[in-house]
Every structure is written in structure tokens, then in C-alpha cells.
């Protein structure tokens, strides 16, 4: 299944607002249940409103006419008139995972994987289609970022300074072209600069904390490097050679080292996947 909401301005499913409308006249969140409806919860008067508005709606959901016959009595044949099919539930939003308390949803996700787009690549990247496996994608570095983040608190981790993040933020509206497309894209998905600064936090929290775990075990001696040398062959003498090595065994080293931190902090934590391509994660059994 492919997101058809991928250009600048689209309008994809608002952060904000998470309800899904079900024929049956019922308008109701229920947790955790396959694609879970859920409210924001920042404004109860925007709830009411929306179920002012959405109520006729659930109430012609209702009915069911039995279609009159040519002679504008019964049926024709005195047989029932068949009930029309209901109309399939207007879903705009769903939950795709939890971690712990938490809900991830497909919305969150999309926020996500487009403002990780802006940043590497600018508003080019915003026309490209997001499907299950981009969203996927993302799913695994939100979770890996979020505990990433939560183990930085409990390492005591210095976080990034409100003038840090300032700088981020304007690094990414440079490459984004301008503070102006920052803001038609934030409307477009019912976001503000609250909740991207939070997102630009997360993200160098995290990476703080990767880097504090990984410093010091990703380190490679000095006959490390000279067994390495030696066993690429190489004619070039080791003093030429040796800086290059090294950074490349350290690289590596810090890639195995990270992978299995991870693997360690979702070990220890209550992800649930709850969307079936959520699950699809190689080597987990989700």
C-alpha cells in the first residue's frame, strides 16, 4: 500500500487530530484493537466540535431504505428489498506500534520519515511515495531514537541547548529553501515548530547517547591496525596506510557495537507492533 499523500502542499492525515468514523453510528476510540482510533487530547473543545459535525453523518450510516416498487408500494413480488452494504469506515489515522505507554501512528510516522527527507535532502524528497516500506523504515529508527533518548536521561547525558537547536532548526530550513517552505509543510501536516524542535531534540539526544555508549568500546589498538595492513597485502608502507585502517576497523567496530546496544534496549522494552507490515522486521518474529 503506497501513501498517496506525498507532495508539498498535500494534505496528509493531520497530527493532530486521529478518529475514524465506522458505519453503525457508533464514534468511539478503541485502543489497541487492529487500526486503533484515537483523539489528540490537546483540545476537548475541538473533540466536541468534530463530533457536532461528524453526527449526522453516523446517524445517516444508520439508515437502511428499502428501495419502493415501480408502483411506489412494496417490492415488487412482496420479496425484501435487500439492504444496501455499509459504507466502510473513514479511517485518518491508526496506531501502528507502542513502546511502553506510548502510541506510534501512521501520521507520527510520516512527520517523521518527511522531515528526515528534508534534512538529507531537501524539499525534493517530499515528492517521493511513501509505502509500508519506507514507513517501516522509519519505524525502526523512531523506536531506535526514542530509546535512545530515554537511555540518555538515565545516563545523564548532556542535552542540546535551546541555542543548539536553534541551529539545527535553521540548518534544516536552509536546506529545506527557506523558513517559509519549514511552514507550509508544518501546516500541511497540522504540525508547529513546538513539535519539530522536540523532533530535532529527540534526534541529537539520541545520537548523544549512541555516541556515549559507543566511544570508548569501538576503539582499536595499535597491532590491530598492523594485523590488519598486514593481511590486506597492501605494498603501501604502514605509515601511510595506518590513519585510513583505522578509521575504517573503528567505523566498523562502532556499527557492531550500536547494533547490539540496540538490540539490548529493545530487548528490554514493551514494543508492541501492531500494523501487519509493522512486524515485518528481519530476524523478529513481531
Excluded: Y
Excluded at 475541538?46 to 416498487?69: D, I, N, Y
Amino acid at each position: 500500500m503506497t501513501d498517496a499523500s506525498c507532495q508539498l502542499p498535500d494534505v496528509e492525515r493531520p497530527r493532530g487530530l486521529r478518529v475514524a468514523v465506522r458505519a453503525g453510528g457508533w464514534l468511539a476510540p478503541r485502543p489497541l484493537a487492529g487500526a486503533v482510533q484515537v483523539f489528540g487530547g490537546r483540545r476537548a473543545w475541538g473533540l466536541a466540535v468534530l463530533l457536532l459535525l461528524l453526527l449526522p453523518l453516523a446517524s445517516r450510516a444508520q439508515e437502511t431504505p428499502q428501495p419502493a416498487s415501480r408502483s411506489g408500494g412494496a417490492p415488487a413480488g412482496g420479496a425484501e428489498a435487500p439492504v444496501p452494504a455499509a459504507p466502510r469506515g473513514l479511517l485518518m489515522d491508526e496506531v501502528v506500534a507502542t513502546l511502553e505507554e506510548a502510541l506510534i501512528t501512521r501520521s507520527d510516522l510520516v512527520f517523521e520519515a518527511r522531515v528526515h527527507a528534508l534534512g538529507l535532502e531537501g524539499t525534493a524528497a517530499l515528492s517521493r511515495s511513501l509505502g509500508e516500506r519506507e514507513l517501516l523504515g522509519t519505524l525502526e529508527r523512531s523506536l531506535a531514537e526514542r530509546l535512545h533518548a530515554r537511555e540518555a536521561e538515565r545516563l545523564g547525558v548532556v542535552p542540546p541547548t535551546p541555542q543548539e537547536l536553534e541551529e539545527r532548526l535553521q540548518q534544516l530550513e536552509a536546506r529545506a529553501g527557506g523558513t517559509g517552505i519549514v511552514e507550509a509543510f508544518l501546516r500541511v501536516h497540522g504540525a508547529d515548530r513546538g513539535q519539530l524542535t522536540a523532533l530535532l531534540e529527540r534526534g541529537e539526544l539520541a545520537a548523544r547517547a549512541r555516541e556515549s555508549r559507543v566511544r570508548v568500546r569501538a576503539q582499536v589498538t595499535e597491532a590491530e591496525v598492523r594485523r590488519a595492513w598486514e593481511a590486506s597485502g597492501s605494498q603501501v608502507p604502514f605509515g601511510e596506510e595506518r590513519e585510513g585502517i583505522a578509521a575504517r576497523l573503528q567505523a566498523e567496530r562502532a556499527r557492531e557495537v550500536e547494533g547490539r546496544e540496540l538490540e539490548r534496549l529493545l530487548r528490554n522494552a514493551k514494543v508492541r507492533r501492531i500494523a501487519p507490515w509493522a512486524r515485518l522486521t528481519a530476524g523478529q518474529g513481531r
